[in-house]
């Protein structure tokens, strides 16, 4: 670490407590990290990054402004106050703004999340691990070439403080693998990838797992054809079916639904998938990669459903949209160094079902397995799905010749209630879902 953090952040504050703040807020980070990429064995890439950041919101009443730099001389940081209050000054008021209750700030000792590497990985064995992953990938019968494999590492301290006297520092680390290899030759190539992060480098998987994953994936894939239209049951392959968490997290943020943008906007305590579905956070598992003691705006987190035998148990709410919706605050606010507090979730999961996925498949007379997913066709405010999509054909229950080139169409409020999730939960990226199945989807191809 280059810099003494939570001096810095309570210079800063008392610095735009002189320059005029009533109450404001600070976040600095001073990270390094290194990564990696090889391509037919050659190495491509070495980057190295060192530096640190620090913002500053300050308040004058209930008008805001934020500011963010990576000087940190103290001279600098004065004046970076000052214009922080100039530029608050003239905002419209917010009645919504503020910092949070000292009686609502976590108490006591934090949980212990276990988010950082002490070890230091040579550059010298990402080299091995890019390399070892791609050569993996090569050797699967059927790949005829790489687009290179990559690895990385990275380590933070981060200190958060406020002038209602929260202060919190703490450190993380990332590491990350992976390859992407292509397949066939003249008569059409395929392109797939394999990929793993996680807090811990040891934690990840062998990089001759993640490259050959890779190949299997591409070889996999070629001779695809482009299935007839139809309406039948798709099932999402684990890799895709997260996606789906990602659009109900954005349904339940708090901020879309205090502008009224979320298609489940009136859906609070009401069924939204079948019952038995329950999807869960947990912000403090141990080396979690998007784990968190307290929120960035000093709240206390804690384990919970979102969604509980089916029904929608709450919204993901920072300060200012719990005011606006009249609600407590649900303790999910995060940062950046250059952007104010907004909601989002820590470690979710959807809860593995009761069968296994061939199980799930194996009264499907005509399906599709998707394994890649296309474009960003949703819409937040309707639910209206429609995205592209690639994959395997489902005949008689069981998987056979690859697909693309293919739509698949639908309305999110109709695919959570018809979601059934298979036994193969896995945790892997922080927002993970089991191979699932949806039925009754529309299918535009041939």
Known sequence: MTADLPNLLDDLLRAARRAGADAADAVAADGRSVSVAVRKGDLEKLERAEGAEIGLRVFCGRRAAMVSTSDLAAASLSALAERAVAMARVMPEDPFAGLAEPAQLAAGDLPECDLCDAADPAEDSLVDAARAAEAAALAVAGVANSEGAEASFGRSAVALAATNGFA???????????ATALAGGRDGMERDYDSAMAVYRADLPAPETVGRAAGERAVARLGAVKAKSATLPVVFDPRVARSLLFHLLGAINGASVARGTSFLADALDAPV??????VTEDPHRAR?????????????????????DGRLTGWLLDLRSARQLGLPPSGHASRGIGSAPSPSAANVALSPGTVSPAALIADI??????TELIGSGVN???????????????????????????????????MFARLIPADDWVYRYGIDAPTVRIDGMTLAGA
């Open 168 to 178: 919190r520092t703490y450190a993380t680390s990332h590491a990350a693998l992976s």
């Open 273 to 278: 998938f079948a019952p038995g579905v329950c």
């Open 288 to 308: 979690g990669l998007r784990s968190r003691p307290c929120d960035a705006e000093g709240l206390p987190t804690r384990r919970r459903a979102l969604v509980d």
């Open 365 to 370: 007379r005509q399906g599709l397995y998707v």
């Open 380 to 414: 937040g405010v309707t639910g209206d799905y429609s995205r592209g999509a690639a994959g395997f054909w489902i005949e008689n229950g069981e998987r056979t010749f690859p697909v693309s080139e293919v739509t698949i169409a639908s309305n999110l409020k109709e």
